[in-house]
């Protein structure tokens, strides 16, 4: 017999526009992953501020906090991005997208997909890790570049990170392209689906 899940549509229960101040978080929360904790529910997103002059954006990766005990009830919102992004030329100069995060006896982990602007396509994308030693609020990156960026069969678009434990084996799950196609006149990335076992 197999395990079933039955879904129940609860509506919105979040969006940037209302909570103002946020300059940096201005539209979008994508791709959502969850910590879970004793009282509430952290919930890692993707958010865009207002694109620039000349139409360009970038991402950031926040939080906000539900309660366990009513999943519509937001508790707290991310003040500042979790990450900031990378220095001129990194894989991560205009943003980060998405973030997955896990507990560990090293503290809280988090993988990102860090993407900058290309001109032939329309961006590249690395995985990147960072530590957290504020309970998850913030996290530092593990260091400039990216723990899994192109190589000679994964070569480019390495995204969609999410980490998890299996009987105490920690794995990454994420996408990697396989070739660009064009859609509408604009390239669009095929992927795969591929993980592996975290030393």
Same mark, same amino acid.
């Given at each position: 017999? &197999?395990?079933?899940?039955?879904?129940?549509?609860?509506?919105?229960?979040?969006?940037?526009?209302?909570?103002?101040?946020?300059?940096?978080?201005?539209?979008?929360?994508?791709?959502?992953?969850?910590?879970?904790?004793?009282?509430?529910?952290?919930?890692?997103?993707?958010?865009?501020?207002?694109?620039?002059?000349?139409?360009?954006?970038?991402?950031?990766?926040?939080?906000?906090?539900?309660?366990?005990?009513?999943?519509?009830?937001?508790?707290?919102?991310?003040?500042?991005?979790?990450? &900031?992004?990378?220095?001129?030329?990194?894989?991560?100069?205009?943003?980060?997208?998405?973030?997955?995060?896990?507990?560990?006896?090293?503290?809280?982990?988090?993988?990102?997909?860090?993407?900058?602007?290309?001109?032939?396509?329309?961006?590249?994308?690395?995985?990147?890790?960072?530590?957290?030693?504020?309970?998850?609020?913030?996290?530092?990156?593990?260091?400039?570049?990216?723990?899994?960026?192109?190589?000679?069969?994964?070569?480019?678009?390495?995204?969609?990170?999410?980490?998890?434990?299996?009987?105490?084996?920690?794995?990454?799950?994420?996408?990697?392209? &396989?070739?660009?196609?064009?859609?509408?006149?604009?390239?669009?990335?095929?992927?795969?689906?591929?993980?592996?076992?975290?030393?």
């Amino acid at each position: 017999m &197999t395990d079933t899940f039955v879904w129940t549509k609860l509506g919105k229960v979040f969006d940037p526009a209302d909570f103002p101040g946020r300059p940096w978080m201005s539209s979008f929360a994508q791709a959502p992953a969850t910590l879970v904790r004793d009282d509430y529910v952290r919930v890692y997103f993707s958010t865009r501020p207002v694109p620039d002059t000349k139409g360009q954006f970038e991402s950031y990766s926040a939080w906000l906090d539900l309660d366990r005990a009513d999943l519509t009830k937001v508790l707290r919102v991310a003040e500042n991005p979790v990450l &900031t992004l990378g220095d001129t030329g990194t894989f991560d100069e205009f943003g980060t997208y998405p973030f997955s995060a896990i507990e560990t006896d090293q503290g809280i982990l988090g993988y990102y997909a860090g993407w900058t602007r290309c001109e032939s396509v329309p961006f590249d994308v690395a995985i990147g890790a960072a530590r957290s030693t504020d309970g998850g609020k913030t996290f530092e990156k593990l260091g400039a570049g990216p723990i899994i960026g192109p190589s000679k069969d994964e070569p480019f678009v390495l995204s969609g990170p999410k980490i998890r434990r299996f009987s105490g084996s920690y794995y990454l799950f994420y996408i990697a392209g &396989t070739k660009w196609v064009k859609h509408e006149g604009r390239a669009e990335p095929i992927y795969r689906i591929l993980y592996g076992a975290l030393r």
